[in-house]
């Protein structure tokens, strides 16, 4: 069985950072994708961040390029996101969540399993 638990949410002031983890546990050779997501009060979920396992290529939406880093551990159980120069509209849920393919790391629709969620607040 799958899990996946993030951690490392909460409040920071504009400028800061914060770096989120999420540990996987129960993932297969079969899941090669994770994906970092975030969601806003009152709107969707969207995609932040991505990585494959079996190369490491990391792929990032145009609004947290230049600022967040996703990466991941050397065994299969761990992926961060540090998130710097963190502004106020970068407060939401942020989800992590384990697919199978990195071919469209982007769209929601990829992903299997999905983590409870931790939430960071950016203070003006």
């Known amino acids: 069985q799958v899990q996946l638990v993030e951690s490392g949410g909460g409040l920071v002031q504009a400028g800061g950072s914060l770096r989120l983890s999420c540990a996987a546990s129960?993932?297969?050779?079969?899941?090669?994708?994770m994906g970092w997501f975030r969601q806003a009060p009152g709107k969707e979920r969207e995609f932040a961040a991505a990585?494959?396992?079996?190369?490491?290529?990391?792929y990032y939406a145009g609004s947290v390029k230049g600022r967040f880093t996703i990466s991941r551990g050397n065994a299969k159980n761990t992926v961060y996101l540090q998130m710097n120069n963190l502004k106020p509209e970068d407060t939401a849920v942020y989800y992590c969540?384990?697919?199978?393919?990195?071919?469209?790391?982007?769209?929601?629709?990829?992903?299997?399993?999905w983590g409870p969620g931790t939430q960071v607040t950016v203070s003006s």
């Open positions: 969540a384990a697919g199978q393919y990195y071919n469209g790391a982007s769209d929601p629709s990829t992903y299997n399993y």
């Open positions: 129960g993932l297969t050779f079969g899941s090669d994708v």
């Open positions: 990585i494959s396992w079996s190369n490491g290529i990391a």
